[in-house]
């Protein structure tokens, strides 16, 4: 048996090192390296299971070709120089009847090596095609709104929390998405440090944390400011450091901060002023505070807010210049990879249309001057994943629509393709990866070779490159050459690695020094953006109800919150039998007061439902969530005999910065399914 070191590429912050055991081309087990520091030798429940996803009998063996009608999931097997001939035959079509803005394709998340991730796109850039704003699903209003506090850094290095004095988990389940961070708190607790989870529901973490703060959705700045208010008013903010590093504050402490006292944070968050007092008490008393922030809380209409109120909170006490101490939502920023070689070949336009990812469904039908007239989607579902999932699915039932999938498997979205190519798995393919939640790199082969006729995304996107015509010579390099361009010009840690030095497969770590460095206009931590007033956008944290979300609770008495489930976060596992077994069907949660007025009892088939979609789902019924809340864990398809998906109830409006979804801005009712519903 051979073990090959590889990387996880599943959409993950740890980016777990790992060794692939493996006899006769067969990954016979998966278990974490015990050579990297940060995860350990061990990896989570779910990527335990990567074997199985490997080799799994439900992955598509060879290219198809559709055969019925879209959505219905009929197709036949053709030869790979057929599918590439019918995609290069309808795209050059196309570009020369409407221009290649016609054309739209992506690859996303579901595969974390930046070359299968992104030379996908580098082909459509070259091919002057609409290009999608991609992560709007996901982390541009979280990454805008730190941005635009702290600069485009990374935040706290995850393993200085060994010298962290208090732990807070502000809108992450770190067993579930973070499980390494979690494990490095065991020593941290053992001498006594607390862990605070601040989460509207009681999840895995919160469970086990010392203290869980059960906080209504939406109202995580107000306790940020309520909490910046008493340590103001105690005298527990650092001034020197506020002084010398910060930009603002005396306006935000005059203007701001009075309007939230304890009482008034309490009626808005629904937690007690004992609890927001003692809060506040421990985190103006910690020196080395270390905020572990979600981007979930980001997810709704004024998401922007909330995460540059939570963010300015180690400022307020000098945290951020202690190693142990400050904030973590990503660490990318602060690794200065060149990837524009990888990104934007030079034979592209400079400029191109965009299309917002939340807004494809949109797009899709409403889009013109030209319309989007051909698609192409590799490491992604959008048809579950994206907002208006109901419009996405629409947009790709168009029949003038020509719609290409790669995949591993039949996922929703490639049902309604024209073209399904088999896609590599990542154990099998060879990738540079860079974690997005620590400081690590690593060159990654593959473990085995391709199941059946799978290609990987690169070995795609250089065919399609060569059928095409594209110039670029990235479009011919291997992958091992590729890479050491993203060093080019480099500085700092990342600067100081040698990328052959990669080729072993070793993971490297390349931190930034101690200490929080910011890299807004100013040089500072901008409690006070100019740039944000300029866009019309409130320059200090503040908050106040949404008035469209208000509207919507007088309509609608439960609120939808998402979250990443533990078997079955996202679609990407959706390929192993085993964990979608575990998992158990698509399921929901209320609060035993809400199921109890309306006449539902655990296990029943319920029916969610606004004016957007009617979806089904099975019921759980417990106190994890608060009574007015309907939680729905993970982004799966419906329940058997149910049609639909969680997105489908959740509108395609935009967060208050970064253009994101507000999947938590979606207000529903539920009521037991019936054979007509």
């Known amino acids: 048996m051979e073990t090959v070191r590889v990387a996880c590429a599943h959409d993950c912050p740890d980016m777990c090192s790992l060794l692939a055991h493996v006899e006769n081309d067969t990954v016979m087990r998966i278990e974490g390296d015990p050579d990297q520091p940060y995860t350990a030798g061990f990896a989570c429940a779910k990527v335990n299971r990567d074997a199985e996803l490997v080799h799994s009998p439900e992955r598509i063996a060879t290219p198809l070709r559709r055969v019925g009608p879209k959505g219905s999931g009929a197709f036949a097997p053709i030869t790979w120089d057929a599918a590439l001939d019918e995609i290069t035959a309808r795209w050059t079509s196309i570009i020369a009847e409407s221009g290649p803005q016609a054309l739209l394709g992506y690859a996303y998340s579901a595969h974390q090596g930046q070359m299968n991730r992104h030379l996908v796109n580098a082909l459509f850039y070259a091919l002057g095609a609409s290009r999608l704003q991609a992560g709007t699903v996901c982390d541009t209003c979280c990454e805008t709104a730190w941005d635009m506090t702290l600069g485009p850094v990374g935040g706290a290095d995850p393993e200085s929390v060994v010298e962290s004095d208090l732990v807070v988990a502000w809108g992450c389940d770190l067993m579930t998405v973070n499980v390494h961070f979690w494990a490095k708190l065991d020593a941290v607790r053992k001498a006594g440090v607390k862990v605070v989870v601040i989460d509207p529901r009681r999840s895995r973490t919160a469970a086990a944390a010392d203290w869980h703060l059960p906080i209504r959705i939406g109202t995580d700045a107000a306790l940020a400011l309520g909490l910046a208010h008493i340590l103001l008013r105690d005298g527990l903010c650092d001034r020197a450091y506020l002084a010398a590093e910060t930009l603002g504050f005396d306006r935000w402490a005059e203007e701001v901060l009075p309007r939230f006292p304890p009482e008034t944070v309490s009626s808005i968050t629904g937690l007690p002023v004992a609890d927001i007092e003692r809060l506040a008490a421990m985190y103006g008393a910690a020196k080395r505070s270390f905020i572990r922030i979600g981007e979930g809380m980001t997810r709704l209409a004024r998401g922007g807010q909330a995460l540059r109120a939570v963010a300015i909170l180690p400022a307020l006490t000098g ?190 770590k390349a931190a930034p020094p101690p200490g929080q460095t910011f890299k807004t206009a100013s040089g500072k931590l901008e409690i006070y953006s100019e740039q944000l007033a300029q866009q019309g956008v409130s320059p200090m944290p503040d908050w106040e109800p949404d008035p469209e979300e208000v509207q919507d609770q007088a309509r609608w008495p439960l609120r939808l919150l998402t979250a990443p489930s533990f078997f079955q976060p996202h679609t990407a596992f959706s390929g192993v039998g085993f964990l979608r077994k575990r998992e158990g069907e698509p399921f929901c949660v209320l609060h035993p007061e809400d199921a109890a007025k309306r006449g539902l009892a655990a296990g029943q088939r319920v029916k969610l439902y606004n004016d957007r979609a009617a979806i089904g789902l099975v019921l759980r019924v417990t106190d994890e969530i608060q009574p007015g809340v309907i939680l729905v864990p993970g982004q799966r398809p419906g329940a058997e005999g149910a049609q639909g998906t969680v997105n489908m109830l959740c509108s395609d409006r935009l967060t208050d910065m970064g253009e994101g979804a507000c999947y938590q801005s979606t207000f529903l009712d539920v009521e037991a399914w019936t054979a007509h519903a």
């Open 319 to 508: 945290a951020y210049g202690r190693r142990g101490g400050g904030a973590l939502l990503l660490t990318a920023g602060s690794m200065d990879f060149d990837f524009s070689t990888l990104k934007k070949p030079p034979s592209g336009p400079a400029a191109s249309r965009l299309v917002n990812h939340s807004l494809l469904g949109r797009e899709l039908l409403e889009m013109r001057d030209p319309p989007l007239r051909a698609l192409f989607v590799a490491a992604n579902n959008p048809a579950v994943t994206c907002p208006e999932a109901g419009k996405v699915r629409e947009g790709l039932a168009r029949e003038d629509l020509f719609t290409v999938v790669h995949d591993p498997f039949m996922t929703d979205t490639a049902r309604y393709a024209d073209i399904v190519l088999p896609a590599t798995t990542y154990l099998e393919t060879r990738d540079f990866y860079r974690s997005y939640g620590s400081y690590y790199m690593q060159f990654a082969p593959a473990a085995v070779s391709p199941r059946g006729e799978a290609w990987s995304n690169v070995k795609l996107a250089q065919a399609l490159a060569a059928r095409m015509g594209v110039p670029d010579p990235i479009f011919r390099m291997e992958e091992a050459e590729i890479m050491p361009t993203f060093f080019a010009g480099s500085t700092g840690a990342v600067g100081q690695v040698d990328p052959a030095s990669l080729l072993d497969g070793r993971p490297v």
